[in-house]
């Protein structure tokens, strides 16, 4: 009850009815650069994410310090 090769080529002519033989490469000129978009999006998520906790953990380190050399000043 698979699809079978003939329903493939009915969607692909259909399809090709449908934008014309001049409009596919276009088409899929643009879904290309639609995914490249996507993939450059999330790389840039995901750098954005590493950055923020690179952040947080220099903050943290950063209150640790001050909170050792103030009670290091109350201790003297």
């Known amino acids: 009850m698979g699809i079978s090769i003939w329903q493939i080529v009915l969607v ?17 000129g643009d879904v290309a650069k639609g995914i490249k978009s996507f993939k450059a999006g999330m ?7 590493i950055e923020a906790s690179a952040e947080e953990v220099v903050s943290s380190k950063k209150a640790k310090r001050t909170k050792t050399s ?5 201790k003297s």
């Open 43 to 49: 790389k840039e998520g995901e750098n954005e994410e």
């Open 12 to 28: 692909l002519v259909i399809i090709l009815i449908l934008f014309g033989a001049g409009k596919i490469p276009r088409v899929m």
């Open 70 to 74: 103030a009670s290091k000043k109350k």
